[in-house]
């Protein structure tokens, strides 16, 4: 995230917006991770991993991305909450 080498694909923003969450969300949880698990690959063979933390508003949520080696790049996927 300090590199600023990431992407967000449109599924990650549109949920952001339809859950009411905000980028400060986001960073709360990778900042301070509960909980880091491998996800197997995503759909383009990349790994995928599962990052669970609290939100700015103190819910549980789950920020799911994928690592793209080549370019040393992290992808949003999706974000939900924790039940």
Known sequence: MATDRYALTF???ARLEERGFYWPDV???L???QKVRFAGADRF???KWIVRGEAATGDLVEVVCAIEPREAEVEF???YWDS
Do not use: K, L, S
Request: proline fraction near 13%; hydrophobic fraction near 40%.
């Open 31 to 33: 900042d301070a991770p």
């Open 77 to 79: 996927i999706t974000i």
């Open 27 to 29: 960073q709360r949880v």
């Open 11 to 13: 599924h990650f923003a």
């Open 45 to 47: 063979g990349r790994p």
